[in-house]
Structure formats: structure tokens, C-alpha cells
């Protein structure tokens, strides 16, 4: 260990490292009654990062969202490439949403958080999904009071903006609490910011370090406030969620 190393450093870089690395093993199907053959295509296996959001997974990273060179780059099969084929003809695959055991999942929340508000770590993996096209129907697809914009990131505008968008409010806001101020996001670099997403997309932890240094909020910064959301399950899996509003 070189002078001036410590050993704490190391330890806390690399705990970062593999928790961001984490993925997901999911199994998804296509919901029964998007089936347009005789039988339902094969399930698709995946791993998913933690950090990702279903809706933007769905498609894979494209444009701004792949990998620096790579622009149409695909870690393997996604579920519009496996499952869009398949449908019936004109339906259309860009608003998709997922369901786990019947429970609606919240497009809002990322992969990790989903998974581990629905599952254990006895009956976790692969995590079983369902996806669905057809538009989501609040009245049957949901137990409790809820809307379809929860559900399926279609809704009210492009997915991969309206999660983009999504992500960067709530950054804004955990920068605020920590330092007292959000106008560091507003001021990151272009490729910085770019490259934070695909991290969020990827889950490539390094493309986040020239926004992590230019919001001053690399692990080894001194906080007075740390940002925290609590997600809160309750009861069963009907009453998963932030809010209890029908849906993980």
C-alpha cells in the first residue's frame, strides 16, 4: 500500500464498486393476452442493473444512452427485441409496463428497489415478470387507487425523456439536501451529465465519476445532510410501495 492509502478508502471504493455492478437475473413473459400465436414465446433471460429503470431496460441503451462508441449497443436481447415480434399486428411496443405476481411495478423506481420490495431472498431469483402492451386499465390492473401513468412511462410524453427527466428531479433533489443548493445539476457539463446517465442505464459505475467530482459528491466529501427516501413495504405484496397506491 502506497503512502497516504488508506485502507477505509480502498474498502468503501470497492464496497461502491460491486453495488453498482449488481444485477438482476429476471425471467419475463409476455402477458397472456398479448399472445398472437398459437403458443406464447419462450420467456426472456436477463441480467438487469440495480440502477436501471424497467421501461428504458425494456429497449436497451440507444443513442446518448449506449456506451461511448457504441451507439446501438445491446448487452443481449431486450425484451422489445424478444417479445415485439410476437405481438398482434399494429400493437404497439413503446409503452410498455411489467407486473410481478400480478403486482403492477412503478416504472418510476429502479430495478433494485423493486426487487427488493417484492421478493425475498428465498424465493428472488430469477425475478419472474410479466410485460404487458396493451394500455394500462386503472379500473382492473391496479387494487388500489392508482393511474397508468405510474405504471407505464408512456404516458405523458417519450419514455426515455419522461425517465431522464424523472432521474435528473430526483437527483436535484438529493443534491439539495446534502449541500444546501441543486444549481450543481443544472450546471453539469454535457458529457457529464450524458455519461451519468448511461451509468444509470448501464450500470457502469465509472461513467458517473466526472459527475460525481463536479457536484462535489464523491464518497469521500464531507456531509452535514445525507439524502435518504425510505420505501415502506406493508403487509402483502397488494400493499407494496412509497405509497401504498397499488403497485410496487
Known sequence: MGEGASPAGDDDALLRRELRRGAIPVEVRLAADEVADVSPPPPLFALVPRSAYLPIWHDGPVGDDASAGEDDAVDGPTPR???APRLAPGRDASAPWFDHEGLPLRW????????????????????????????FDDATDSVENADGAMFSCG????????????FFNSLKEAVFVAKGSASGVQGLSRRARADLWRSVVTGDGALAVAAEDELGMRATAAFKRVPMRLYVRRGGRNATGERGDGGA
Open 81 to 83: 427485441t424478444h417479445f
Open 155 to 166: 404516458v405523458g410524453g417519450e419514455p426515455r425523456d419522461v425517465a431522464r427527466a424523472h
Open 108 to 135: 418510476n423506481l429502479p430495478v433494485g428497489i423493486l426487487r427488493d420490495l417484492c421478493t425475498t431472498a428465498a424465493n428472488g431469483a430469477p425475478w419472474k415478470l410479466t410485460v404487458h402492451y396493451r394500455a
